[in-house]
């Protein structure tokens, strides 16, 4: 018996080696060739693109929206997601051909399409309809705007069946452009894309406000330093944005974006601010216009008689927030571009037509001072450095060179115009320095008479004080720009009101 059952172990034994040994072959067929019936590896969906989004977009040229009735597949990197608010019910899908919207019902989209993370779309029983020129996709027609080519939102329950998620963070690299590179054309290839500016910044205008207004969008104007007038675009922001209260960045530098347009207006979105990268020094000749041009016949004459019809005669600027190593940033705030005269004792904030001393009182009335045609270019600060010039505003001349110049001097009427009110108040002390090239980085002090350069406010203040500064050797024959500046680098001492300064009669001699 016990014989009988060795045997069947060793029979046993013969048969199941080599069912195991085919067993394992097999794997190892099966293993070293895919078919296509395999599931995908890991993070790739079991689905292919077949037309791109140029192409699709093609489709639609105008009025109604179209219905994409055959089997259309995209696929694309979310580019702009709904995680800070500036987008709502749409992300924004790009591929290597151009980029387009999805309407998106429900909140949170971020989480199931996160930027950076490529879909495949559905297309078929899609409408592709636009928004005021920006073309986008949702689930039906929106008949309150069919001819305007209207689409509505594609229902949260309808996603999976339309939307494959793929894999995440991938490679999403913004295109470097020109504002004159984006057109209001339906098929803009950079409409819905993300893009790059570089040298912008926030207007003069807007660098007072926050991204967004108070319970308004926000639009705010950048631009860049080669052209102000051609090379503005909107940084448009939802009040919704989780930034929209936060202040806008005062430098100059480069803006990741989603670009779109709406009717004739180019727009930008940002994703958050990180987006917005404006921490180099602005323009420097973003306040004012053109260059003083020395000529050949010294002395070279300046006074502000015309400010108020002409604003500042070229080569003149206002700055704020200017520092010993900064030419400062332009002013963003001065009278109706000194269209106004205004009265010395008016407090306000800011650069300023002012009337000059000359010929006039400490007593004379405003109606006098308004008529006076004998004007100044004048400065009145209050608060802090970044909004209030205290320390910071300068007067300041762009000279286009000293080739061929010696000895150049500087004389200029420094005035203290402020002399209401029945006590002293504060004292501004001002300091003449210079700097060379586009954009100095180091400004150098020198010797003015006097020595001691200062305006006040208050009984007794009213001064009309000549100054005159001997640049000696130091600018001989500079064949570069040349930049000069009357500068306040120090906070005010004393109490009470600031006072109201101006400069006049500024002339340029030289050997």
């Given at each position: 018996?016990?014989?009988?059952?060795?045997?069947?172990?060793?029979?046993?034994?013969?048969?199941?080696?080599?069912?195991?040994?085919?067993?394992?072959?097999?794997?190892?067929?099966?293993?070293?060739?895919?078919?296509?019936?395999?599931?995908?590896?890991?993070?790739?969906?079991?689905?292919?693109?077949?037309?791109?989004?140029?192409?699709?977009?093609?489709?639609?040229?105008?009025?109604?929206?179209?219905?994409?009735?055959?089997?259309?597949?995209?696929?694309?990197?979310?580019?702009?997601?709904?995680?800070?608010?500036?987008?709502?019910?749409?992300?924004?899908?790009?591929?290597?051909?151009?980029?387009?919207?999805l309407r998106l019902a429900g909140n949170n989209l971020f989480n199931n399409y996160p930027v950076g993370r490529k879909i495949f779309v559905k297309l078929k029983g899609l409408y592709l309809g636009q928004y005021n020129g920006t073309l986008q996709f949702g689930g039906g027609v929106d008949s309150a705007y069919l001819s305007q080519g209207g689409v509505t939102l594609l229902a949260s329950n309808l996603h999976d069946q339309h939307i494959v998620k793929g894999p995440l963070n991938q490679p999403l690299e913004p295109k470097v452009v020109t504002v004159s590179q984006l057109t209001t054309t339906l098929q803009d290839k950079y409409v819905s894309t993300l893009i790059k500016l570089v040298g912008y910044e926030f207007s003069s205008a807007d660098r007072s406000k926050n991204y967004a207004d108070d319970g308004f969008s926000g639009n705010r104007i950048i631009q860049d330093c080669s052209n102000l007038s051609a090379n503005k675009i909107t940084l448009r922001t939802s009040n919704y944005s989780n930034f929209a209260t936060l202040p806008v960045p005062q430098g100059n530098g480069e803006i990741i974006a989603v670009y779109s347009y709406f009717g004739s207006t180019?727009?930008?979105?940002?994703?958050?601010?990180?987006?917005?990268?404006?921490?180099?020094?602005?323009?420097?000749?973003?306040?004012?216009?053109?260059?003083?041009?020395?000529?050949?016949?010294?002395?070279?004459?300046?006074?502000?008689?015309?400010?108020?019809?002409?604003?500042?005669?070229?080569?003149?600027?206002?700055?704020?927030?200017?520092?010993?190593?900064?030419?400062?940033?332009?002013?963003?705030?001065?009278?109706?571009?000194?269209?106004?005269?205004?009265?010395?004792?008016?407090?306000?904030?800011?650069?300023?037509?002012?009337?000059?001393?000359?010929?006039?009182?400490?007593?004379?009335?405003?109606?006098?001072?308004?008529?006076?045609?004998?004007?100044?270019?004048?400065?009145?600060?209050?608060?802090?450095?970044?909004?209030?010039?205290?320390?910071?505003?300068?007067?300041?001349?762009?000279?286009?060179?000293t080739a061929g110049k010696s000895n150049l001097q500087l004389e200029f009427l420094l005035q203290s115009l402020d002399a209401s009110g029945s006590t002293v108040g504060r004292t501004t002390s001002w300091k003449v320095d210079y700097g060379l090239g586009d954009n100095p980085v180091l400004f150098s002090p020198v010797t003015t008479t006097p020595a001691t350069l200062s305006t006040t406010f208050g009984p007794g203040s009213f001064a009309s004080t000549p100054v005159t500064v001997n640049f000696g050797s130091l600018l001989n024959n500079i064949n570069q720009k040349v930049w000069i500046r009357v500068v306040a680098l120090t906070s005010t001492t004393g109490g009470g009101n600031r006072p109201s300064t101006a400069i006049d009669d500024v002339k340029f001699s030289w050997n």
């Open positions: 018996m016990i014989k009988r059952i060795n045997m069947q172990r060793v029979h046993t034994t013969k048969w199941i080696i080599p069912a195991l040994l085919f067993m394992f072959t097999a794997v190892l067929a099966v293993s070293c060739k895919r078919t296509f019936s395999d599931p995908p590896p890991a993070g790739a969906p079991d689905i292919v693109s077949n037309i791109s989004i140029k192409d699709i977009k093609a489709r639609y040229t105008s009025g109604a929206p179209v219905l994409i009735a055959d089997d259309a597949v995209i696929e694309g990197v979310v580019s702009c997601d709904d995680r800070s608010g500036n987008y709502y019910q749409q992300i924004a899908l790009q591929d290597s051909t151009g980029g387009v919207l180019k727009q930008l979105t940002i994703r958050d601010t990180t987006d917005v990268r404006f921490t180099n020094p602005r323009c420097p000749t973003a306040s004012g216009d053109g260059q003083i041009n020395l000529g050949s016949s010294s002395p070279f004459l300046i006074n502000f008689d015309n400010i108020g019809t002409a604003g500042l005669p070229a080569g003149v600027y206002v700055k704020q927030e200017a520092s010993a190593g900064f030419i400062g940033n332009e002013a963003t705030v001065y009278n109706n571009n000194f269209n106004t005269p205004t009265a010395w004792n008016q407090t306000s904030l800011g650069f300023k037509n002012f009337a000059s001393a000359t010929g006039l009182t400490a007593t004379s009335s405003s109606s006098a001072q308004s008529a006076s045609t004998n004007r100044a270019l004048g400065a009145r600060q209050t608060g802090t450095a970044s909004v209030g010039g205290d320390p910071g505003f300068a007067f300041v001349f762009q000279l286009a060179n």
